[in-house]
């Protein structure tokens, strides 16, 4: 029994808070960073070099190109080169690493079932633990949710069904060893947990486990259960929050040094939690020799990080940064769009943005969580220009993640700091990427920005997007902006990309229409 809750009780309980409380923090998070937005900074040593009000009243010169709807895509340049071999390397990494796991554990599955092993049993378990490899390459090449879970479906329908292969024991070993962290991985791939799952995963895991040990030590030191057993409990719970806080710490202290993505830290955990339950099964079932099933992990994570070193290519040409800017919706577009450019952009530069809580539930990182957790999330936020150039030299780090990925900033600005941030970000980006999509003449703040670029960034490739003509109306109507057709096009024109009834290839089609204009150099 003790050994039953030691490992069983700890990971069922650490997987239902997480579920249950990973969407409620992330929730609140994006509350308090919506509150923090509204407001001044309330620093009187802030002294922005803010522009005046009238700073564009003389007109400024826009001309635009309309790309046509099959502009973009999979375009022939270095850049988009070295996106298309930098994602084939992660993911020939990641397959490469959870086929050696899956051998790894075909060989703790003959080991325990040494009475029944035959060729044709142990083929039929390495298919199966090769189940979650498959899952880990959809998802680092950006299938969506659907197509995933409908390859990996067919995938077991067609194990199931294939000739030789006996389709009873091919769904046993499915059922007990892959069907649950199936189910996990769907549901914190989701976006309400998979910005902030790994982070909560890690605090409860600790929580959980020092709970489970205070009702064991209750147990042993106390004659007759009761009110006195609670306090064990709790008090081993609220002990374990805190060693996962500052685990949690440690691990931000980690990412920050780059030596990890944020890609990675979500397949790992993932593939350590997989690990996790595997380790269970087999020592349930069998004997407690069976806790050498954790050594899979560490031996998936030297065979993909010395893969990535290997497969991902070195950046040819140097790394672009890109500015992203936005009409703060509402709405799930600008998710959509950020996951499917972002997976795309990443391998060639950096994304920077003005933070918002349109894109809270994608781009959490562990030093934002860990503040928001301390209530000091109000230290990310910028006040000053000395707070902008801290940020800035923290950031000016000429090299990517171990996966090759380039990093994703978000710049948190309250009311009175956004536009001097913006301007900044606006003189140090390569090229600009625009969404103004539910732009019209209520949207100010846009309506700054593009004023801004048409004034001090005239050479710089912009791009916009936009979803139909209402926004070409408000660019014509509210900035004066032209059309340039024909020979009258030069590629100092701004690029007006519209979305279409396709909204999953916009981010494709951007990236097409953006590395096409961007300079032999970064």
Known sequence: MPLYNLLVVPVVLTLVLTVVVSPLLLLRYRRRVRAWMDVGSGDADARWSEAPSNEYALPVSITFQQLDRATGGKAATPAAEVARLSA????????????????????????AHADIASVHAIAVAWLVFCLPALFTVLHVLGVSGPVQIGVFVAFVVLLYLAPGISGDLALLVFQLHVLVPAVLFVLFSLRFWRGVAPFVLLVMAAASLLWVAGAELARALLAEPGALTWLFRLGGFGLGAWLG????ARLAAAYRARRF??????????????????????????????????VSFPVYL????????????????????????????????????FDDFARRWR???????????DLALRNVGPVDFVRFLSGALRRQFIRSPGDLAAHLEELDDERPDPDGRWRAEHFFCHADSWRP???????????????????????????YELEHLAAHEPGKPVLLLVGGSSELDALRDL????????NA??????????????????????FGALTARLPAEG
């Open 302 to 337: 030297l065979v993909k990080r010395a893969l990535l070193t290997r497969l991902i290519p070195r950046q040819t040409p140097p790394p672009f940064r890109l500015l992203l800017l936005r009409v703060f919706r509402g709405d799930r577009r600008a998710e959509r769009l």
């Open 421 to 447: 941030v913006m301007r900044t970000l606006a003189t140090r980006c390569d090229v600009v990427l625009m969404d103004l999509r539910g732009f019209g003449r209520d949207r100010a703040g846009s309506r």
């Open 245 to 248: 806080y500052r685990l949690l």
């Open 479 to 486: 900035l004066g902006a032209t059309e340039a057709t024909g």
């Open 261 to 294: 993505s944020d890609q990675e830290l979500f397949v790992d955990t993932w593939w350590l939690l997989y690990t996790l339950v595997q380790t269970i099964i087999f020592v349930i079932t069998r004997n407690f020799w069976m806790l050498a099933v954790l």
């Open 347 to 357: 391998y060639v530069g950096s994304i920077e943005m003005i933070g918002g809580e």
């Open 88 to 111: 084939r390397g992660a993911a020939l990494s990641y397959a490469a690493a959870g086929l050696v796991h899956a051998f790894v554990l075909t060989l703790f599955f003959l080991a």
């Open 489 to 510: 096009a030069t590629r100092s024109d701004w690029l007006v990309l519209q979305a279409g009834p396709q909204a999953r290839v916009l981010g494709e089609r951007a």
